[in-house]
Every structure is written in structure tokens, then in C-alpha cells.
């Protein structure tokens, strides 16, 4: 196995169902929460998160950086993931300089519809007026 290329184990789609910091009744505000671990365009979607993620395979599992947006304010971060016995993936997702929360997620098939770039700080004001 290549070094640098995800596990198969871990490889592709993970739909996110829980978080430890963030309630769950807005897990879905963007569509459904989604982490993808292929190491080729990889995103993020959780709450108001959209995010780019650059991961990387580790000797107990994958972690990875992010950087986009929640709402429109640029934010980036870590994390990393672990496969439990279960089947589910156990992680853990850390702003820079802000919060941090563990979150469940399981196996799950490609979006059918893209996950939406992170918007710019810019959209921001363009859209209020």
C-alpha cells in the first residue's frame, strides 16, 4: 500500500450523526453532514460548514486539515478519525483557536449533488444588498 493513499478501510463517504459540541437538530442545515476521505477534493459539510479537507493516512487511523467556511466567516482546522469496532467512525474536529467536538459518523455512498464550494467572505455583503 502506497503511503500516502487512505486505507480502504477508511476510504470514501462518511455520514456525520452526531457531534459531542454541536446540536444535532442542525447536523443537516446544508443537506446532509458529510466527511470524504479519498485524499482527491475531499469536503466537509456539517451545520453551516462547508470546507475543503486534506487528509492524510496516520499508523491508527486518518487525520486531516480543513479550511472554509461556517456561514460566511473563513475558518479552519484539524482532525482526525479512527474506526471502531462498530464500524463507525470516531472523530474529532477542532477549530483554530475556537471550539472542538468528537463526532460519530458511518459508511455512506457519494452525495448525488456535489457538496457546494465554501462561500467568500465577500458573498457575504454581496447578498445583503
Request: with cysteine; aromatic share 10%.
Amino acid at each position: 500500500m502506497d503511503l500516502d493513499s487512505i486505507p480502504p478501510e477508511y476510504h470514501g463517504w462518511w455520514r456525520i450523526t452526531e457531534t459531542s459540541q454541536w446540536s444535532s437538530k442542525f447536523l443537516d442545515s446544508l443537506g446532509p453532514a458529510m466527511l470524504s476521505l479519498t485524499g482527491q477534493a475531499d469536503r466537509l459539510r456539517m451545520h453551516c460548514l462547508l470546507a475543503y479537507v486534506n487528509c492524510k493516512p496516520t499508523k491508527t487511523g486518518v487525520s486531516f486539515t480543513w479550511e472554509g467556511a461556517w456561514e460566511y466567516d473563513p475558518m479552519s482546522g484539524s482532525g482526525r478519525v479512527t474506526l471502531g469496532k462498530d464500524g463507525r467512525l470516531k472523530g474529532s474536529l477542532r477549530i483554530q483557536a475556537g471550539d472542538s467536538s468528537t463526532f460519530v459518523a458511518v459508511r455512506a455512498e457519494e452525495p448525488d449533488e456535489p457538496i457546494a464550494e465554501p462561500p467568500s467572505y465577500r458573498e457575504k455583503w454581496r447578498r445583503r444588498w
